[in-house]
């Protein structure tokens, strides 16, 4: 009976350890692949166009 609590603690243990691994590579993927972007706003020029048409 303590054999078999000494193995199934070596199965938690090995479990705990292997999801935490899992968990910190995928961590360090998910933050790597995260760029920022930037984004030049720049003056719409669809509305002055429109407005000059209507006008002539």
Not at 17 to 22: C, E, M, P, W
Not at 31 to 38: C, H, I, L, R, V
Request: proline share 0%.
């Amino acid at each position: 009976m303590k054999d078999l609590r000494k193995i199934i603690a070596l199965f938690i243990f090995i479990f705990v350890v292997g999801t935490a691994i899992t968990i910190a590579s995928i961590n360090n993927k998910l933050d790597k692949n995260s760029t920022k972007e930037t984004v030049e706003i720049s003056k719409d020029s669809t509305q002055s166009l429109s407005k000059e048409k209507k006008t002539v």
